[in-house]
């Protein structure tokens, strides 16, 4: 199954990460460039960096030019991110594209790439509430409000897997259509941003 193998490649991806837990280890993608393996694991480790930005500026003793310096790479990172999601559709895109739709075939509300997106960022919070119910410092109270919330994940993990082995089905049965569009993120373009074009 295809997110049998996304789940894994997310979780080595992660797995990888926390052998370092550095948020300048650079990436190190075993898969072959090119290879949607290779975008999956790249996607997962983006998200995986971000995740932990997202904490550190979250520090209420951090130095202001330092959340600065941290609100502008996770700005960056966001938009690497949706470049990934751009990049796996127009991979499908390309895999999918002799596939004659049928004359009723519908569309979905949002692409086989963005829903594997939300399965990459449910891998990471798996991960971390798996944590949560394994320390030692908290209360037993703490470690079984955490398990209760794993259990929720881990059944929204399933439900989101099933859900995009049947909306590929579909789209490889010709009942849905394959179709994308960029997102045309206008505040970091210079050229549409008023602040980066300079009106006044």
Partial sequence: MFTQHANAIFNRAIDDYHRWDDVDRPIENPYQTGSLDCLLYHKSWIDTVQWHLEDIIRNPQ???A???????RIDKSNQDRTDMVEYVDSYLLDKYKDIAPAPDARLNTETPAWAIDRLS??????YHMARETERTDV??????ACRQK???LLMQQTDLSQAIEELIEDIEAGRKLMKTYKQMKMYNDPALNPVLYGKK
């Fill in 66 to 72: 330092e959340a600065l310096t941290i609100k502008r």
């Fill in 139 to 144: 209360d037993d109270a703490h470690r079984a």
């Fill in 62 to 64: 951090i130095d202001p």
């Fill in 121 to 126: 960022i449910l891998a990471l919070k798996i």
């Fill in 150 to 152: 794993l259990d929720v």
